[in-house]
Structures are given as structure tokens and as C-alpha cells.
């Protein structure tokens, strides 16, 4: 399993923007093939930082999804939105306490 986040900072008059647009297509990349959880996280006090987190199968298949239409579709969309530029890392779980 491999663990995706992604830390995006927006210009402020864009957030709602982003926001729509992310409501709009989130069933499409939850459902896309590979990807098996989905969240959004929003900074607690800088309200223009948001983060994905997404678990995704294995590095294939999270490769496929940013070779996919869909990918490169919701990319173009966000990318004029940003303010900084985003970051990214992928990630395995080593240890989880109940």
C-alpha cells in the first residue's frame, strides 16, 4: 500500500474555486482504479493549505492515475490556482497503535 500526500497552497480568492472544482471530480479519483481511500485536509490556521491523502495500491497504479486523462483534466484545473508550489511524497505505514 502507499501513501500519498500532497500539500497545496492556493491564492485566497481562489479556495472556493479549488474547492468546487475537487467536489465535483473527487468520486472519479477515489473510484479510479488503484486508489482505495481519499481524503481532503484542510491547514487549521492558514485556510488557503490543503493536503490530499490518498492510499493507493502500489506505485503503478498511482502512476497510471497521473498518466490518465482524469489526472491530467483536475491538474489543469488546479495548477493556475496555486500560490506556492505544491509538494508531494509517497510513504509506507511502518506502525499503527489502536
Same mark, same amino acid.
Given at each position: 500500500m502507499l501513501i500519498r500526500v500532497v500539500r497545496m497552497t /492556493? *491564492?485566497?480568492?481562489a479556495v472556493e474555486e479549488f474547492l468546487s472544482n475537487f467536489h465535483a471530480i473527487k468520486e472519479k479519483i477515489r473510484g /479510479? *482504479?488503484?486508489?482505495?481511500?481519499l481524503e481532503l485536509w484542510q491547514d487549521e490556521n492558514q485556510k488557503n493549505i490543503f493536503m490530499t491523502f490518498s492510499h493507493w495500491e502500489n506505485e503503478e497504479a498511482l502512476d497510471q492515475y497521473r498518466d490518465s486523462e482524469l489526472f491530467k483534466s483536475v491538474w489543469g484545473a488546479t495548477k493556475p490556482l496555486f500560490s506556492e508550489k505544491p509538494i508531494a511524497f509517497s510513504s509506507k505505514k511502518i506502525l499503527e497503535l489502536p
Open positions: /492556493f *491564492r485566497e480568492n /479510479f *482504479r488503484g486508489c482505495h481511500h
